[in-house]
């Protein structure tokens, strides 16, 4: 598909795209002016700082009513200015901006984030930023220190990282994930802290005062891997989903493990006779790690349950559903520092916990609030990561030594390798579908490093490292390396190691071929399911139907996922949409005839690219098992638009066979199919009406019976008022179509020219059908049959 | 449930020999199978595929539901399903007689006969329109898709009949890896 849409975008630029081209250099242009325009006044800003008091007083508003500029001490001023009462959060939301316009323009940019990770430009920022405060020799950087990273500036991303965690595959492979994760990371630690204490050890590298102790603390930081990065690279390429879970599985669990090591390394330090740990101690030690982290798990799933519970009744108060969320999570991470253990795996195991259940609870817009507000929170957390270590970068605290840091960029590759040759080649051996050579080479080389090992190289307690400067070097340098070069070649490689594609362009038949092969694999892997731990899901499914669906959701749910599924997606931009494509219906009907006398010419070829442009944007995409995660963005909105559409066009076609009598495709009268027929013709199905009709809709893998969609009498008085009020809103539309409906040639042709004139009549069911009541339906239809019959035809 | 997963489906050795499916991946489908007929009946209906929320989303939604019930049945048994299943097993590296169900040929088959609906053995322009619309976005005007599917038509149709039968078809594709794309591993 991309050979096509490229050289389409080639020949696209020539003069009557001029503009567009032009339009884009001015946009960027215009980016960079206001982006210099942003950071004169924050230069201004440091400049002027050195002159001003930063106390903390609350100062005077100037008085205006006085004279103009007294330069007496003792008299009133009029216009003073006190810029250290707001410096901090005025620098804080200066760099915010600064970094909001940077991916705005990295963005605008369409190439660019198919290159690099996003990463690459928050650095780039901080850094900046960094280069601006250094230039101005700003007396009082910023300076990050422990509470402020873990209490503040961690929380968002762990709990953004759980949240979005697709869970299905997560639990599928979570015995790979596990053993990658804690063994890799105790592995790469282990080995690297030791590897450079090896190197230390020689005497010409002038390194000895570092000792064991020091050496696995770094190996431990460096260690902490965040491949968020690579995974949004990996979108383009079709990454199969084990590979995708693994290394998203790894990121989520790495932080927390690090964590764990870091700080239990950190203890034996403080240890001051360090010579005297005996074996009791890394017992002790190893058993420290197990309790800090099952115990972590075992914080966050109790704090998700109670969240989950508390918002089945908050109904009333949708606007607090948002708050519960956050500040449950926030609440778990808390309590379970307060015990020193894992804070980031409460957090984590409370996300995912809540998930399931908050979501069927809230309201629509507390869902999206939720989504949009954690994204948001966890951006901005990054970008100030980013920022503090930009702005150390271009500082004085390094100390610079050519043979550690070689050796720590050297051990960091080669470590992670060996770690994913040697536990990958063991968890194959039990594994269903092992994990080819080439995704172990993916994993081993999308091990990026990003803020979290700079964070904790930064946190060190100075006395207890004297060298910590030098650490910080190396982390820095490991980090710059590992997000530049090996972000941006990632891409290539993974692209690379996939299929050859060949360079030939496609016809126009093989494009439409192959992408109705994909739909028909995407369809059959569906119908096929997923197969591994069937009977371990199987029970915990069973257990989570029969007890905790019924403590922690809300009553009066609709039982069928359709239906949510309807709930979900918009439908008042599937109105406008049906209401647009009735106004260029209009006009295409017409030509359609003429078109067809059309076909005995001959097609230029840019006709014929035209008609390949064309299909590469409209055809619909192919549902993708493989997650997508990135974390500066939402998942793209267009999946839902697609969704409608299709959803929309099968009640389409089912009323049009429907009212035709006609065979469906699978064949077989449509009256005796077991199919909901959303609107019913007034003649044909009429017998078939009576006969109890039941549609149920279950997702994937429930086997519950009691999805049953219930034929009952209860919602029909509260939809009553509604059906009255949208009836009459909705008459006035369709007569309005029966007059521009006149004129065209409505053939039989299922689901072409009639396609789009009745699919606002059509656009109006949805909005019915959670009720989902015979006797309903057929009222509604004796009344909107009335005006839509002539569009019968 | 758990009792009767336990069992082997009657047949199962000669439904083996039929498909190609080995007897473990067919025992994995028999457990889906009974997965899928929610009532117990014993055999699948139209809607026990067509409450998968995944298959719901798919444009070719009912036309691969249809593979599964020809000439209109309403039943499908076990058999039937595994039979339809056995074309999307991976034939590179096993070994396949060329009549085969996972044979390229039958592959091929199975996709142009869901383009041919009529079953009259020919694509005609009325169906690969019909089945372009299915599959591209509301906003195309109608103009356009008849212009890609007559070009379409025109580039295969090497019979200049304006249809294209199955040896056009199994031409236009040939430079597609068409076993790859529609081969499922996990019924290897």
Sequence with gaps: MHPPNATSVIEESHAPDMGSLVLTRANLLNWLLLLLILVCPSAAVYSDEPNLSSSFLPHYEPDHGGAVGSSQDGRLHVFTVDYGYVQIPCEVTLWILLASLAKIGFHLYHRLPRLMPESCVLIVIGALVGAIIFGTDHKSPPVMNTSIYFLYLLPPIVLEEGYFMPTRPFFENFVSILWWSVLGSLLNSFGIGLSLYGVCQIEAFGLTDLNLLQNLLFGSMISAVDPVAALEVFEEASVNEQLYMMIFGESLLNDGITVVLYNIFIAFTQMHRYEEIESIDILAGFARFFVVGLGGVLFGIIFGFVSAFMTRFTHNISAIEPLLVFMFSYLSYLSAEILYISGILAMTACAVTMKKYVEENVSQNSYTTIKYFMKMLSSVSETLIFVFMGVSTVGKNHEWNWAFICFTLLFCLIWRALSVFALFYISNKFRTYPFTVKDQLIISYSGLRGASSFSLAFLLPVNLFPRKNLFITATLVVTYFTVFIQGITIGPLVRYLDVKKTNKKESINEEIHVRLMDHLKAGIEDICGHWSHYQLRDKFKKFDNKYLKKILIREHQPKSSIVSLYKKLEIKLAIEMAESGMISSTASTASLQSCRNRRVHRLSPAEVESMRDVLAHNLYQVRQRAPSYSRHNLPRDTNEKQAQEILIRRQHSLRQSCRKGNSLPWGGPASTMGVRCLSLPHGYCQPARRKARRVTFTDNYSSDSESVFPVTFRPQPRLRPLEVKHRQEELIPVARLDRLAGQSNLSGRRGNSVNRVDTLALMTKPRFTVGEVEEYESEEETEMMAPARPLAR | ?188
């Design chain 2, 1 to 188: 449930m758990g009792a009767a997963a336990a069992r082997p489906p009657p047949g199962l050795g000669a439904l083996s020999d039929e498909t190609g499916l080995s007897p473990a991946a067919l025992m994995r489908l028999h457990e889906r199978f009974q997965a899928l007929d929610r009532d117990d009946k014993g055999h699948l209906s139209p809607a026990d595929l067509q409450a998968l929320e995944g298959l719901a989303l798919n444009p070719l939604c009912e036309r691969i539901v249809g593979a599964f019930f020809p000439a209109g049945a309403q039943r499908a048994d076990f058999p039937t399903f595994a039979r339809v299943l056995a074309h999307f097993r991976p034939a590179e590296g096993a070994p396949c007689e060329p009549g085969g169900p996972s044979s390229p040929g039958s592959k091929l088959r199975f996709v142009f006969e869901l383009y041919d609906l009529d079953g009259d053995g020919q694509i005609s322009y009325r169906e690969l329109l019909q089945v372009l619309r299915l599959m591209v976005g509301l906003e195309v005007p109608d103009e356009a898709l008849a212009a890609v599917a007559a070009r379409a038509l025109r580039e295969a149709d090497r019979s200049g009949r304006g249809t294209l039968c199955f040896e056009d078809f199994a031409k236009a594709v040939e430079r597609l890896d068409v076993d790859r794309r529609m081969s499922i591993w996990m019924l290897k």
